[in-house]
């Protein structure tokens, strides 16, 4: 689907204000220099290789006709051997004059990505097409400079999304928790959240990071990487309605066999008076069009091409494929199990390593150092998701960037062993040193990652995404302010955290395998849940010496959650006590529902102890809050 984001881009800047005059001003100007310092006219015609007219123009003719019409007046017939290869000296005297327009290439790119056409393409798409392909690139060639550039305009239009992306955000929520409840609960839940994301877009003209985050919060995904899902599933969304724009405009009369499908679809969409088909609309036009004689290779492209269905992250292409032409009903087009793949949390990982590189300022890029980035994404692969090594072989064929003349079973079989092994000692300091500036702590061993319920995939990339959200200053200033008012009430002067490795290594797998064992949290007592976090907290980072983080509040939930505190309580404690509480919006309610539902093995935990709590007060004849009182008929709690 990139193609189209690349098509979409191209056909953009062919309407760039006076693009071709540029380059033939440009163009022009560097042959006559390079007639001045004494090249020939066939050296001349050498040089003319490396014109980037071709890029922008298809016929042949008009190229020949260009390349000639530039050519300048007074050239040596002989060659001068002594000067540089024509073709080099070319690209060097286009970079001067390339970069006196180089703010107008950038305000043209600006309006491109952020244009209409481009927000009815997914961003991943977009992002994938415009690094590496962007118009200047195209005209600088792969230079330093290009990468430099693209990097630059990216890094603003990312940054332009996430504002808006708040803004909408808090402007949309009730549009989307209205379209939410009201939403059709489809035997398949992946596709019924692609539905009503789709339903959001079409009916709010939100963006697609807007979906990103109120999806985020809403969807009941519980499988291996969130993050992964809920791009999935928004990307998904934008593709299919992409796809009913595209039927929209499609011919009433067709031309060709291949456009026929489409006409069909169109047809279907206006008979039904609906702003989407459901699969068995689409079952009966495949089964008419098979009947009047369509071959299935002619309908099959036709289908891949135009149809919403192969675009939905709830279903398998090619098993939705099948069923169109055999007539299958709608379950079995739906995805077996967790529809993010291994190569769904490849692409993630990879474009997370690029961004990263973007955000930091770095002109370098994932592509510059493939091989390494590429055995950093399998070893996380393997340890952190259990993946197949032959299924991660794939994935490195078809999308690991790899040359085709390098691209062997040998190269990858080195490439697998080398993620395998034990990473260097700077490469382990490396990863430690981020994973304590941005609050994570990762497992090493797949041991690991299933020893604690509340530390999954999901989780971990949650707080990632959330500590890039939260800018710095006003991180650093609440973190201040909190140290101010609760340094008080520390039993202890807190750690300074630490900064040797085998020290960091021994801290994060304290943090993995914590329990709360001081005497003043150990027991509920009267405590609010406001106090008793400020007591949890207190222990925690007392006891473990880093900075604090998402998996700090998660042990502390839990915690919460056992002494029998009520998931309301605890998300008005987290809201208002926790220092990462401005990392985005609804965070407590996002990770107190996100411990409960990744953990529910603690479920009859929780309810015990909070019946246990309520039963004790009543016993002692304490005086029950209001909220209490509701609690004990909820729990029907014993009385005698």
Same mark, same amino acid.
């Given at each position: ?50 014109? #980037? ?6 016929? !042949? ?32 005297? *286009? ?34 097409? /415009? =690094? ?111 796809? /009913?724009?595209? =039927? ?30 459901? /699969? ?95 055995? !950093? ?127 960091? #290594? ?58 029998? *505190? ?46 246990? *709590?309520?039963?004790? !007060? ?8 209001? /909220? ?13």
């Amino acid at each position: 689907m990139t193609m189209d984001a690349v098509h979409a881009y191209r056909a953009a800047t062919e309407n760039t204000p006076n693009l071709i005059a540029a380059v033939r001003r440009i163009e022009t100007d560097v042959l006559r220099k390079m007639r001045d310092e004494g090249y020939g006219i066939n050296q001349l015609r050498t040089a003319l290789s490396e014109s #980037r007219y071709p890029l922008f123009a298809a016929q !042949k003719s008009a190229v020949n006709d260009y390349l000639e019409s530039i050519l300048p007046d007074g050239a040596s017939a002989a060659t001068n051997f002594s000067l540089p290869a024509p073709p080099a000296r070319f690209n060097m005297l *286009y970079e001067s004059p390339l970069r006196q327009i180089e703010s107008v290439l950038a305000a043209a790119d600006q309006n491109i990505l952020s244009g209409e056409e481009m927000r009815r393409i997914p961003q991943a798409d977009v992002r994938e097409a /415009y =690094i590496g392909g962007s118009l200047y690139g195209i005209l600088a060639g792969d230079t330093k400079a290009r990468t430099a550039f693209e990097h630059r305009i990216w890094r603003a239009h990312r940054t332009a999304v996430r504002d808006a992306a708040e803004r909408e955000t808090a402007e949309m929520q009730p549009a989307f928790d209205g379209i939410w409840a009201n939403s059709r609960k489809d035997p398949s839940p992946a596709l019924a959240e692609e539905n009503a994301v789709m339903t959001f877009l079409r009916t709010t003209g939100a963006q697609e990071e807007t979906a990103v985050q109120l999806l985020s919060a809403m969807t009941e995904y519980t499988g291996r990487d969130k993050e992964a899902y809920v791009r999935k599933t928004v990307a998904s969304a934008v593709r299919e309605l992409g796809a /009913y724009e595209a =039927i929209a405009a499609a011919d009433d009369a067709p031309q060709h066999d291949s456009d026929v499908y489409a006409a069909c679809l169109k047809d279907a969409v206006h008979t039904l008076g609906s702003d989407t088909l459901p /699969y068995e609309a689409e079952r009966h036009i495949v089964g008419a069009l098979r009947s009047a004689g369509m071959d299935e290779e002619t309908l099959s492209t036709a289908i891949l091409s135009a149809s919403p269905l192969v675009r939905s992250a709830g279903r398998d292409p090619e098993r939705t494929l099948d069923a169109l032409l055999t007539g299958k009903p709608e379950e079995a087009t739906y995805v077996d199990g967790d529809c993010v793949t291994c190569a769904d949390i490849y692409q993630r990982l990879i474009t997370a390593y690029d961004d990263a590189l973007i955000d930091a300022g770095v002109n370098d890029s994932v592509a510059a150092d493939r091989r390494r980035y590429n055995v !950093k994404a399998v070893r996380e692969l393997l340890r952190t998701y259990g993946a197949d090594e032959e299924e991660v072989k794939d994935i490195l064929r078809a999308l690991g960037g790899i040359k085709e003349e390098e691209r062997t079973d040998e190269y990858i079989d080195r490439l697998l062993a080398e993620a395998k092994a034990e990473p260097p000692a700077e490469t382990v300091a490396a990863n430690e040193d981020t994973a304590v500036s941005d609050g994570t702590a990762s497992p090493t061993t797949r041991e690991d990652w299933g020893r604690v319920p509340a530390e999954s995939a999901n989780v971990r990339r949650e707080r990632t995404e959330e500590k890039e959200a939260e800018p710095q200053a006003e991180r650093a200033a609440h973190d201040a302010e909190r140290e101010e008012t609760h340094d008080a009430r520390r039993a202890d002067e807190p750690v300074a955290p630490l900064t040797d490795k085998k020290s960091i #290594r021994e801290a994060k797998r304290r943090l993995r395998d914590y329990t709360f064992t001081a005497e003043r949290v150990r027991t509920r007592g009267d405590k609010e849940a406001d106090e008793m976090y400020e007591d949890c907290r207190a222990e925690i980072e007392r006891d473990v010496p880093l900075p604090f983080n998402g998996q700090m509040d998660e042990q502390i939930i839990l915690h919460l959650f056992s002494l029998g *505190y009520e998931e309301r309580e605890i998300e008005n404690a987290v809201q208002h006590n926790s220092p990462r509480r401005r990392s985005q919006k609804d965070y407590a309610k996002s990770i107190v529902r996100g411990v409960r539902e990744r953990c529910p093995s603690v479920a009859k935990v929780i309810k015990d102890a909070e019946t246990k *709590y309520l039963q004790t !007060k009543m016993e002692r004849g304490q005086t029950l809050t209001t /909220y209490e009182k509701e609690r004990v008929l909820v729990r029907d709690v014993p009385t005698g």
